[in-house]
């Protein structure tokens, strides 16, 4: 699993999968992207043309830390539940029940508003043939003790093997994973455009990047698991 932590509003281009019960699976052309709904319907794979690019072997959305380690939000229960305050589903313009199946369109809308402790998160992922965007803002309701924010979190697969980052400035990096524990970017990149990571056996990339670039967005860290 390669993870990236970071900061960011991006659209990620990601297909087939083995859905199990609790899941809610969204399909636009080539991408499938599978919702938990034990853990507050947060995004669980996804799929690029039949190829798993992220799997389920840790969480993805949003976390927060009020302290260190008590982590909420995306499966973690550290420091408290997600509470999912209200959902909202639409296939092709029609809105329909946010529930366990899967459903199939030329344009997915899935948003969800929940609460990390004082937090409200209002998330919204758009699935279409040409892409993902992801987008989400935040409100804090009341005074809140913080330490630490995901805004985004992705487990992608152990079988991607290559990663390259798109600076501001028009310079690269890239780099090899060598599933060892290793962390790359962490630290050093304060800013990025765009964030690639690639399977060089199945000739499938995922391609992350800002919709909008302000300056100071965030960090970012690759965690090479």
């Known amino acids: 699993m390669k993870k990236i932590i970071s900061l960011f509003i991006a659209v990620f281009a990601f297909s087939t999968l083995f859905a199990r019960p609790g899941d809610m699976v969204l399909e636009a052309g080539p991408y499938k992207v599978v919702f938990e709904e034990k853990n507050s319907y947060c995004s669980a794979q996804y799929f690029y043309d039949g190829v798993e690019m992220g799997n389920r072997n840790g969480y993805y959305g949003t976390i927060f830390a009020s302290s260190l380690n008590k982590f909420v939000g995306s499966g973690h229960n550290e420091g408290g539940n997600e509470k999912i305050l209200s959902t909202k589903l639409l296939v092709d313009g029609v809105e329909t029940k946010v529930e366990p199946k899967e459903f199939k369109g030329n344009k997915l809308e899935f948003s969800k508003v929940s609460m990390l ?52 400035n028009g310079t690269y990096g890239d780099g090899v994973f060598k599933s060892n524990e290793g962390w790359f970017l962490r630290s050093k990149e304060a800013e990025l455009r765009s964030c690639t990571l690639y399977n060089s056996n199945a000739q499938k990339g995922i391609i992350g990047f800002f919709s909008k670039y302000f300056h100071q967005q965030g960090n970012y860290y690759l965690w090479d698991r």
Do not use: G, H
């Open 117 to 168: 402790n004082n937090l409200k998160v209002f998330a919204k992922i758009t699935i279409t043939p040409e892409d993902i965007i992801i987008d989400k803002s935040f409100e804090a309701v009341d005074e809140q003790k913080f330490f630490s924010i995901y805004i985004f979190q992705f487990c992608w697969s152990e079988k991607t093997d290559k990663w390259m980052i798109f600076r501001p």
